[in-house]
């Protein structure tokens, strides 16, 4: 079976059936959330920027051109709202490790090991993540887990593909310099 295009829905809420915007929210929330996460650092905050930015969305919805794909245009919503958020509070993100957002849910595996290793390497990722600024964090997410691509995160976080090919190097640098500390840091605790 086929999934329905985002246009499919956005016309059917366009006609007055609300209820078509239950789809768009089942499928975009986790990543919404996510990239949310990334930059209040907070999963409570990040909870309300992700229902913020989906009333924003609906509300906003006649404004949405299709000059972009909806996903685009709703992670940009995502993306400036975390940022408001941040500056509503006035302080920098406090740190919190987050488990369970990043990845999926745990699907069964054959070999038990293999799971283990999994789960801690993702669990290691996602607590050098924390520790990266959010602009970087939030470029990670959407070019590696999101697989979107330069020119699409450059319409959601408003810079230059060229810019963000820098910025990505660099956290990519940086996430590899905090795996590295904390292997030396697992490492000297044995």
Same mark, same amino acid.
């Given at each position: 079976?086929?999934?329905?295009?985002?246009?499919?829905?956005?016309?059917?809420?366009?006609?007055?059936?609300?209820?078509? =915007?239950?789809? @768009?929210? #089942?499928?975009?929330?986790?990543?919404?959330?996510? @990239?949310?996460?990334?930059?209040?650092?907070?999963?409570?905050?990040? #909870? #309300?920027?992700?229902?913020?930015? *989906?009333?924003?969305? +609906?509300? &906003? @919805?006649?404004? *949405?051109?299709? $000059?972009?794909? =909806?996903?685009?245009? @709703? +992670?940009?919503?995502? %993306?400036?709202?975390?940022?408001?958020?941040?500056?509503?509070?006035?302080?920098?993100?406090?740190?919190?490790?987050? $488990?369970? %957002?990043?990845?999926?849910?745990?699907?069964?595996?054959?070999?038990?090991?293999? $799971?283990?290793?999994? #789960?801690?390497?993702? =669990?290691?990722?996602?607590?050098?993540?924390?520790?990266?600024?959010?602009? +970087?964090?939030?470029?990670?997410?959407?070019? +590696? =887990?999101?697989?979107?691509?330069?020119?699409?995160?450059?319409?959601?976080? &408003?810079?230059?593909?060229?810019?963000?090919?820098?910025?990505? *190097?660099?956290?990519?640098?940086?996430?590899?310099?905090?795996?590295?500390?904390?292997?030396?840091?697992?490492?000297?605790?044995?």
């Amino acid at each position: 079976m086929s999934q329905r295009s985002d246009q499919y829905y956005i016309n059917k809420v366009m006609k007055g059936e609300t209820h078509a =915007f239950s789809p @768009l929210v #089942e499928r975009y929330k986790h990543m919404v959330f996510t @990239l949310a996460l990334r930059v209040v650092k907070n999963t409570e905050e990040a #909870e #309300e920027v992700a229902q913020d930015s *989906f009333v924003k969305a +609906y509300r &906003g @919805l006649s404004k *949405f051109k299709g $000059d972009s794909k =909806f996903s685009t245009w @709703l +992670y940009r919503i995502a %993306y400036y709202s975390a940022l408001d958020a941040v500056k509503k509070i006035k302080r920098i993100p406090e740190t919190e490790l987050v $488990d369970g %957002y990043l990845g999926h849910a745990p699907q069964v595996v054959q070999n038990t090991l293999e $799971d283990m290793v999994n #789960e801690e390497r993702s =669990f290691r990722i996602r607590r050098a993540m924390q520790k990266l600024p959010s602009d +970087y964090a939030s470029l990670l997410t959407l070019h +590696y =887990f999101e697989e979107l691509s330069l020119k699409e995160i450059s319409e959601i976080m &408003g810079s230059s593909p060229d810019t963000l090919k820098v910025k990505l *190097f660099r956290a990519r640098k940086r996430l590899g310099g905090i795996l590295e500390t904390q292997q030396k840091e697992k490492l000297a605790k044995s």
